[in-house]
């Protein structure tokens, strides 16, 4: 495990830093997509909103975690597969939010289906989220 989160970092040309460490481990070990104030609940005591935020910022950046909207502007994060690299990212799946336990996970196996846009319109991204009930909640 500990290999891995430092591959992880490096292979991303980052360096290893205990909060870097402590952030992708909430990720590996988080089902669903994080948002900064969950990294902020489960890190405990050890790290404030600024080196959350940077971390978050630079995971985005070097294509470790990509973010997902909400309707509250909250912005949630979940690890990418394979794929992605610096400033691109390959997460085209689908993102499901469970109504009853509020969690959101990424359906990597469910593509976005590419959607016609008329003339004109230039598309750079497409999000999808799914609402309804999880598969442990139903
Ligand atoms: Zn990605
Ligand atoms: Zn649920
Ligand atoms: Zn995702």
Do not use: W
């Not at 205990?18 to 089902?31: E, H, V």
């Not at 959350?52 to 995971?59: A, D, G, K, N, P």
């Not at 289906?113 to 497409?126: D, F």
Request: a neutral charge; aromatic letters at 6%.
């Amino acid at each position: 495990m500990q290999t891995n989160l430092e591959k992880i970092l490096r292979d991303k040309s980052l360096s290893v830093t205990d909060g870097r460490k402590k952030i992708l481990t909430l990720f590996l070990n988080s089902k669903g997509a994080l948002s900064h104030a969950d990294i902020e609940r489960r890190s405990g005591e050890h790290f404030d909103r600024v080196t959350i935020y940077r971390t978050l910022q630079t995971f985005v950046e070097k294509g470790i975690v990509h973010t997902i909207p909400t309707d509250d502007n909250t912005i949630m994060y979940a690890l990418c597969k394979d794929g992605c690299a610096e400033n691109h990212h390959h997460d085209d799946h689908i993102h499901f939010m469970c109504t009853s336990c509020g969690k959101t996970e990424c359906l990597n196996e469910v593509h976005i289906p590419e959607i016609r846009i008329p003339a004109g319109y230039l598309t750079k991204e497409t999000q999808i989220v799914i609402k309804g009930i999880c598969k442990e909640c139903s």
